[in-house]
């Protein structure tokens, strides 16, 4: 089944390396999601404001994020376009200044190559693509910036991923899918070590393939690649608890747990403080759980 094997001999990556710094994977990290699209769906656009983005950060940092994901296009479902220049104007002169205030690792949320350049100069050290590098010259910029890049999977477009969506088995189409996009990335002169995989919550799926992508989320992680998963306030809590998006913490950690128990290395998370906090509990019992072992 797990073809992604072949890359890594079983054995799984324990860093992430970034320009000025690297992060131990062996604990569960959090990436705090800035959103600077006035029509995003999660903060209402709160954040566009550049003083309260920066604040944002600031305090994301303070409540244990490890890295900061800004994102300026807005991939929710339904979703229109944003030009270029508008989505470089909404992120460069923050990643500017959030990379010379703050000592945290930025990754920059497109699809599109010349943000990704743009961004990496301007200070950002990841890419995180709902594309996985599928747009024009998205993997030669990214095989040239040699940053690490989260490969997301999507079945269709976000304007139309959940209008028509159809699997045989989601969980072996998704590790194809990996497959040929990681060969693309290893043909291209991408680093295997720079790779992250994340299977797309969301993003053309509906709530069963999520859970079913849930429950064998340990696939992914048995590959060797570094697995990023963004289950926070996501549609399929809402249909799980009839919440609004807005009454969906209790709801984002319980699946952010479960996550982590499958081994996922990577939470992308709105609630940073809230999600620290559980991942504190998790560590303080498996520690505790080794001390017993070894007695
Ligand atoms: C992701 O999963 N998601 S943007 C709708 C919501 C709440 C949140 C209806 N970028 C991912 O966060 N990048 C986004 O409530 C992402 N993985 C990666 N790597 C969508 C989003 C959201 C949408």
Redesign the pocket.
């Known amino acids: 089944m797990n073809q992604l094997q072949q890359y890594f001999d079983k054995k799984l990556q324990t860093h992430l390396q970034f320009a000025n710094s690297e992060l131990n994977l062996q604990e569960p990290l959090i990436m705090g999601?800035l959103n600077v699209t006035p029509d995003s769906?999660?903060d209402g656009g709160q954040f566009i404001d550049f003083d309260s983005a920066i604040k944002q950060a600031k305090q994301m940092l303070v409540d244990g994020a490890d890295i900061i994901d800004i994102?300026g296009e807005s991939?929710?479902p339904g979703a229109a376009d944003v030009s270029e220049d508008e989505e470089l104007h909404r992120v460069v002169p923050l990643i500017e200044a959030l990379s010379k205030e703050l000592d945290v690792p930025i990754s920059i949320?497109t699809s599109k190559a010349v943000v990704m350049y743009e961004a990496v100069h301007a200070g950002a050290s990841m890419i995180?693509d709902?594309y996985a590098l599928q747009k024009e010259n998205a993997l030669q910029i990214a095989a040239q910036l040699n940053v690490p890049v989260?490969l997301?999977h999507m079945q269709g477009k976000p304007e139309t991923m959940q209008k028509k969506i159809e699997y045989k088995n989601v969980i072996q189409e998704v590790v194809d899918f990996f497959q040929q996009r990681i060969n693309s990335c290893i043909e291209s002169g991408i680093n295997k070590e720079n790779i992250i995989i994340?299977p797309?919550?969301?993003?053309g799926k509906n709530l069963q393939h999520n859970i079913d992508l849930l429950n064998n989320l340990q696939v992914f992680v048995e590959s060797g690649f570094p697995v990023?998963a963004?289950l926070?306030?996501?549609?399929m809590l809402?249909q799980i608890t009839g919440k609004d998006?807005s009454q969906r913490l209790a709801a984002s950690l319980a699946v952010a747990q479960l996550a982590v128990n499958k081994g996922t290395q990577i939470l992308?998370v709105h609630d940073v403080a809230e999600t620290k906090d559980i991942l504190r509990v998790l560590q303080a019992v498996k520690a505790a759980e080794m001390n017993l072992n070894s007695v």
């Open positions: 999601i769906f999660s994102g991939t929710r949320d995180n709902v989260c997301m994340d797309g919550f969301g993003f990023l963004g926070s306030r996501k549609s809402g998006v992308r």
